[in-house]
């Protein structure tokens, strides 16, 4: 049994650290949210106070947190010098690729190992443990950082050096936000054209336009296996997650002058969606949007 230390409970990090509890660890874990500590404790994890309490003698420190600057506080003020410079750091937040890379420095230049594991697969499979890990950081890091994400995940894949992870997310959800769209409007144009839903699904998901967007989670409630749209677009990936993913992307993209159009009118759509009031939606739900622009 190790000792885990775990800094951010919120939808997917109570899941997260459920399962490291379950797996056998000692998780303490800390959140600003009172109502996330005691769901945590409810689920195994113990409740500490501070951050710095939680890494104190932790052989593993775990953090999903909502942007960069988050990550850099808490390292800078919490983790660092903190925790025991034998444990392993793993930031699983989605964050910028410059931020991750700096922190892994500083972690580097005292003494730690530290990767970047970033996820993919939503509140869903956060609770159930079946999430795919994109990690970045050393051969080293990446081994001792396994054994806790495999409690977590169904994949862990270590997809290179500091800010690797968070590069392969970040493109990752430029092609899902994309195709999210694009499967969209081919529903909302088969309608129109008289096709039945179901039937274009049925053809659709056996042929070259197959992709997970349309078969695994379709935007339309009552088609394909069961997904947000058929909870009115409740729970799965927040749109404003994915605008934040987007808007990470199209940061990156200009940091290395790669010419991404599809990825920028993506954004420009979720921008519109998210101010038309779809922030609370999951990220399928544009779909009413462009079937409202259609009609």
């Known amino acids: 049994m190790a000792r885990v230390a775990f800094i951010g409970l919120g939808n997917m990090g109570g899941g997260m650290a459920a399962n490291l509890a379950k797996g056998g660890h000692d998780v303490r874990a800390f959140d600003l949210s009172a109502d996330a500590l005691e769901r945590a404790r409810e689920k195994g994890c113990s409740?500490?106070?501070?951050?710095?309490?939680?890494?104190?003698?932790?052989d593993a420190v775990v953090t999903m947190l909502p942007a960069g600057k988050h990550v850099r506080d808490v390292y800078d003020a919490s983790v660092f010098g903190k925790a025991p410079t034998d444990a392993i750091l793993i930031d699983c937040s989605t964050i910028d690729v410059t931020t991750a890379r700096e922190e892994s420095a500083k972690a580097r230049a005292q003494g730690y190992e530290m990767v970047d594991a970033p996820v993919s697969g939503g509140i869903a499979a956060a609770d159930a443990g079946t999430l795919t890990f994109m990690v970045g950081g050393s051969e080293d890091g990446f081994a001792k950082a396994r054994p806790y994400l495999e409690l977590m995940g169904k994949a862990v894949i270590h997809a290179g050096?500091?800010?690797?992870?968070?590069?392969?997310?970040?493109?990752?959800?430029?092609?899902?936000g994309a195709s999210m769209i694009a499967t969209c409007e081919t529903f909302v144009l088969a309608e129109k054209l008289g096709l039945d839903l179901q039937t274009f699904f049925n053809i659709s998901s056996q042929a070259s336009g197959q992709n997970w967007s349309m078969t695994s989670y379709c935007?339309?409630?009552g088609v394909g296996p069961e997904t947000p749209a058929d909870r009115n677009y409740e729970g799965g990936f927040a749109t404003a997650l994915m605008l934040k993913d987007l808007r990470l992307a199209m940061e990156a993209a200009e940091s290395v002058d790669a010419y991404t159009p599809m990825g920028s009118h993506a954004e420009e759509l979720y921008t519109r969606f998210l101010e038309l009031g779809g922030d609370g939606k999951d990220f399928s739900a544009i779909i009413r949007m462009i079937a409202e622009k259609a009609d």
Do not use: T, Y
């Open 47 to 58: 409740a500490v106070a501070s951050a710095a309490e939680a890494v104190a003698d932790a």
């Open 161 to 176: 050096g500091p800010g690797a992870g968070q590069a392969a997310k970040i493109c990752n959800n430029m092609l899902l």
């Open 219 to 221: 935007p339309v409630p």
